[in-house]
Structure formats: C-alpha cells, structure tokens
C-alpha cells in the first residue's frame, strides 16, 4: 500500500533543495512515460518501445555499493540518454531545463542556487517558477 506523502506549507527559500518526485508525477500525468520515452535517445527509444515500464532493475550504486531496485526507464534515461551533450540546451524553456537538470544529475536534490550555477539563470526566477502553488512535472521541495 503507498503512503501518502505530505508536504510542508513553510515557503521554500533559495537554499531549499528540490527534486523530481516521480511517484507525484506518475499519480498526476498519465502521459509520463510517453514523455520520458521521448526524451531518450534513439538508441535507447528503440530498445524500449515494448518495454514494461513498470520493470524494476537491480543497480549497484557506485559510490555505496548498495544494491538498489530502480525503474529501468529512468534509470537508463538518467544514466545514459540524459548525458548527451544535446540533451540540455540554452534555449531550453526554464521548466523544461530545470527538470532535465535533474535528469542529468541522476535526481539529487538542488536548490536553485545550485540550478543556477548549472543553467546560467537568476536564482530567483528559477524559485518562481518551481516553488510555487503548481507543480511542474513533479519538481518539488525535498521531504526529509
């Protein structure tokens, strides 16, 4: 049974750190496997058009050694597709860079300090757009 994860109401600063909450994601956007798969290489878009995107992986984390059970299409998209030099360009609406931001650094928490280092964009706008009322694409302050 998944328990219900509950949020604070205290207003997030420049130094709270965010991530992608992919269980919120999957429980409010019916499309997101479809986006995470179009976000894939061509390669790895190939080999997982009939994957089940419900297929669990065991990973060995490199750093602990810790085995852990992780969604292979994130997992792959994290740890191959999103480290194409294409994947994150200047262009790139904020939303959209900030998430892949995430992707690329295998979904550690930052604040928006550390994303703007990381994109080249004011602090403040960045936590504008993330910490407010809506949640895009699942990017929400880190519970601990």
Not at 21 to 37: H, S, T
Not at 41 to 62: G, I
Request: a negative charge; charged letters at 25%; hydrophobic letters at 40%.
């Amino acid at each position: 049974m998944s328990e219900k994860k509950t949020f604070s109401l205290v207003k997030p600063t420049l130094d709270t750190p965010f991530y992608i909450d992919f269980d919120w994601w999957q429980e409010n956007d019916r499309d997101w496997r479809v986006y995470l798969r179009s976000l894939m290489c061509e390669e790895h878009q190939a080999l997982f058009a009939e994957w089940d995107d419900e297929k669990m992986l065991d990973w060995v984390d490199p750093e602990t050694a810790e085995v852990k059970v992780v969604n292979g299409l994130q997992h792959t998209l994290m740890t191959h597709c999103a480290l194409a030099p294409s994947f994150l360009e200047e262009r790139t609406a904020m939303v959209e860079a900030v998430f892949r931001t995430f992707l690329i650094n295998g979904n550690k928490p930052m604040s928006s300090v550390e994303l703007a280092e990381k994109l080249g964009r004011p602090a403040n706008t960045i936590l504008r757009t993330i910490a407010g009322m809506r949640v895009y694409r699942g990017i929400r302050p880190c519970c601990n």
